[in-house]
């Protein structure tokens, strides 16, 4: 079968080949009906750019990494699905790689793997630090995603993000709001990771907004936001004495909450009624899982397309582009697992 050309596109659409070129660059000055149409017509055709032919046209070739630690985790696999459809809309082609959580393997990627064939990298790094980013970052188009763990005047990349603090605080001030008085916090990370110092710190801005203390005792520390560790850390939080035992934990991640749901099982006790439970990732897996996982959900269409449209505009550039730090919106969706009520699903 032959390969689908802009010529192809053109007739599709009812529009010249200089117009579909224009569109699947990004180009400006196309209106947004003509743009639509166009895309319309790529995404009912499944055109694909050349990069050969582009990089001999433009010295460009439409290729991005995008870089996260790994995909068996659903937030990163969700997110990896945004992306590409956000760069396709550009006529850019997505190169997916995970680091397994290798400090060596996020610096190696944010280079740009094969930099001769990558336009630019959208990373999600855990463990390089700013410093090794700076130079890079100045040197090749990049983007970060995730939290980030310098001043916004000591911005060294593009970088998108949500609000952890606010995310945190929003979860932690429901479970207060339901009467619940000795909230923990599932999620506080041995390795000091931006992401749990900041929603640990946004749990305690909500217990001490709502009046209520903050115990060491019952935010037990996690090595990784997977569904064992919540799975252990909601095991300790039961092994505690009656009057200490939590009746409301906010996780801070979906597959925390996962374990902690599972552990809660095992132990008998019923959730909501004895423990309420919230998480932070918007997974489809919570929205599956019984009760469903009340959730912070993280905008991640609004992530993929700030982060994506970052990326072009800096790869399209002649010049220097200033840094800039992007914050996607989040909102809180309640549902069974803090709120007694069983609720048709809605996917």
Known sequence: MAAVTLKDVAERAGVSIKTVSNVVRDAPKVSPATRERVMRAVR??????????????????????????ELTIPYFAELAHHIRTEATALGLTVLIEETLKDPAEELRLATGVGASLLDGVILSPLHVTTTELAPVADAFPLVLLGERSYERDHVVSDHVLIDNVAAARDATAHLAGLGRTRLAAIGADRKGSATSRQRLEGFQLALHAAGLPFDPRLAPPVAEFDRGDGLLAMRSLLELPAGLRPDAVFCFSDLLAIGAQRAVHEAGLSIPGDIALAGIDGSQEGLYSTPSLTTVVPDKAAIASLAVRCLAARIRSQEPLPFEVHVAPHRLEVRESTVEQRRPLSP
């Open 44 to 69: 009912e055709l499944g055109y694909r750019p050349n990069p050969s032919a582009r990089r001999l046209r433009t010295g460009r070739s439409g290729l991005i990494a995008l870089a996260v630690p």
